[in-house]
């Protein structure tokens, strides 16, 4: 009998904390500068292995980031900084002008066109 109410408690306590995992998840979208494959891996690699950053990715035909992210490990505007000083717009945040200007030219903006 001990067992079962130590089994049905264990079972109780990891439905509550499996619970309250996913209200601390989020899924974003930001709007970016991304040009070309290099732009989408550089972003995907910083972002996927940051903390707290369950996915992260990039399509560039709408030049979007699509991010799920625990929001007590990291927040957004964490997350539009990372973007900027990779040398990326974040939504209304402008790309840091260093790491911009440290970028190839296939990924600056409309760098895939100047080719």
């Excluded at 292995?49 to 980031?65: P, R, S």
């Excluded at 973007?83 to 974040?90: E, F, H, I, T, W």
């Amino acid at each position: 009998m001990k067992n079962l109410i130590f089994l049905a408690l264990v079972l109780l306590t990891s439905l509550h904390v499996g619970a309250q995992k996913k209200q601390s998840n989020e899924v974003i979208t930001i709007q970016t500068t991304a040009e070309c494959e290099q732009c989408k891996d550089r972003i995907e690699s910083k972002l996927n292995y940051t903390k707290g950053i369950k996915y992260a990715q990039v399509d560039l035909e709408t030049k979007k980031v699509k991010v799920k992210f625990n929001q007590q490990l990291i927040k957004k505007e964490e997350i539009l900084q990372l973007l900027s000083k990779l040398g990326y717009d974040a939504d209304e945040l402008k790309a840091d002008p260093v790491a911009y200007e440290a970028l190839p030219a296939c990924c600056k903006i409309n760098g895939m066109h100047q080719h």
